[in-house]
């Protein structure tokens, strides 16, 4: 098989990396994802000649991990918090000290402590008292679904992380949507159960069953909400300016696209995870408490 331009965004299969897809053909290579290849150190990307002769036309043209994975043809637009990033003096060593020198006692300081933390670890209450445990399931069983509804609502409305855009989205969804809530839990609990990019697939389809009628739904707030405010030990929400910014801060490949996809979210949760790490002995004890310090430090360029 010859790969050309316009087979970008095709499925392919290789004898020994199984099926992958197309990001972009630049005579004589071309960039493939490949789903088997996302343990490993170097990546799921392979660059690989035009006409390599292990790859062909996969047969099946739908993959639930490869139809979320954007294609490298077009070039994001330029965003504001990549402007900042470029300019940005400030990394994170510099970054901890500012954080250090403004909160003497770092993660317990009265000032660092706002409201929008302590209401996400209200939302957090909220969700385990109403879907923890086997509770979240129970009220899947018996179809209570205007109870589960009501209770995600307002779990979107509790925190900054979706905009208010995005939360009136979701808001007008859940109530035109039925059943639609119900199936947004189904998938969160089985991703918060067990991530992987399959089950990410799942609650992204979810989240994009809501109907919107043009709003802002299918955003990475709104796809990573709920295994934040469910497991704030385990999960970070992506915020993309912020997030794309502490990236730059660490010099960390984000491969992020607009489009919520497995490789960015995975990327994302491991970044967040050393970044936890990192600020620990100053006392950080979640994601709640990392994203916080993402925020505070978001005009430190």
Not at 99 to 107: D, G, N
């Amino acid at each position: 098989m010859l790969l050309t331009p316009k087979d970008i965004g095709t499925l392919v299969d290789h004898t020994v990396w199984q099926r992958g897809k197309v990001l972009d053909v630049t005579p004589p290579y071309a960039i493939i994802h490949f789903t088997s290849l996302l343990e490993t150190p170097q990546g799921p990307e392979r660059k690989l000649r035009e006409d390599a002769p292990q790859i062909s036309k996969s047969k099946v043209q739908s993959d639930p991990e490869l139809d979320l994975i954007g294609t490298g043809a077009a070039k994001p637009k330029k965003s504001k918090s990549k402007a900042k990033a470029k300019g940005l003096v400030h990394h994170l060593d510099e970054a901890i000290t500012w954080f250090e020198k403004t909160y003497p006692k770092k993660f317990e300081d009265d000032k660092f402590i706002d409201a929008d933390l302590r209401n996400k670890r209200a939302a957090h209450d909220v969700f385990v008292a109403n879907f923890g445990g086997s509770r979240g399931q129970k009220l899947i069983d018996q179809g209570k679904h205007a109870e589960i509804a009501d209770v995600l609502d307002a779990l979107f409305k509790a925190t900054n992380i979706p905009s208010t855009f995005e939360v009136k989205a979701v808001h007008k969804g859940l109530k035109k949507g039925e059943h639609a809530g119900t199936q947004i839990l189904e998938a969160a609990l089985a991703f918060i159960s067990k991530p992987d990019s399959t089950k990410f697939a799942a609650l992204f389809e979810a989240v994009a069953q809501l109907p919107s009628d043009g709003g802002k739904v299918l955003t990475w707030p709104n796809i990573t909400l709920l295994p934040f405010v469910a497991d704030p030990k385990k999960f970070m929400a992506l915020k993309p300016t912020n997030t794309e910014l502490m990236a730059a801060r660490m010099n960390f490949d984000l491969r992020y696209t607009a489009t919520p996809n497995w490789p960015t979210f995975d990327a994302m949760q491991r970044m967040s995870q050393f970044l936890l790490q990192r600020l620990e002995k100053m006392g950080a004890k979640d994601m709640f408490d990392v994203q916080a310090f993402m925020w505070v430090t978001r005009d430190l360029t």
